[in-house]
Nanobody, 124 residues
Framework: QVQLVESGGGVVQAGGSLRLSCVAS????????MGWFRQAPGKEREFVAA????????TYGDSVKGRFAISRDNAQNTVYLQMSSLKPEDTAVYYC?????????????????WGQGTQVTVSS
């Protein structure tokens, strides 16, 4: 089992940027796809971005395309989410997740391990 710890959340004004980090321990992530999801109060958990084990394949939720970028550093066992042009509707708890295969895509059911989440608040 892998332990995932997110960091980098905070309060930012609309139009600003944040970079989230997710550090893994307990298992190397280099063979597994990784993803970011988010959950706003009263809403279901929503797919944000996913990256393949090698970092070469990426996909994004429609609401963040062109504004967010996912990347990974397998040597550091870390996954990043660079968020730009933030909007108030991006306010949510952001979760890092590890899949069980080389590519897990946007399906929440493909992810086995989850972090505790980091709060992102975008003020208008």
């Amino acid at each position: 089992q892998v332990q995932l710890v997110e960091s980098g959340g905070g309060v930012v004004q609309a139009g600003g940027s944040l970079r989230l980090s997710c550090v893994a321990s307990g298992r190397t992530l280099r063979r597994y796809g990784m993803g970011w999801f988010r959950q706003a109060p009263g809403k279901e958990r929503e797919f944000v971005a996913a990256v393949s084990f090698s970092g070469t394949t990426k996909t994004y939720g429609d609401s963040v395309k062109g504004r967010f970028a996912i990347s990974r550093d397998n040597a550091q066992n870390t996954v990043y989410l660079q968020m730009s042009s933030l909007k108030p509707e991006d306010t949510a708890v952001y979760y890092c997740a590890a899949g069980g295969s080389a590519w897990s895509g946007s399906s929440i059911g493909e992810y086995n391990d989850w972090g505790q989440g980091t709060q992102v608040t975008v003020s208008s």
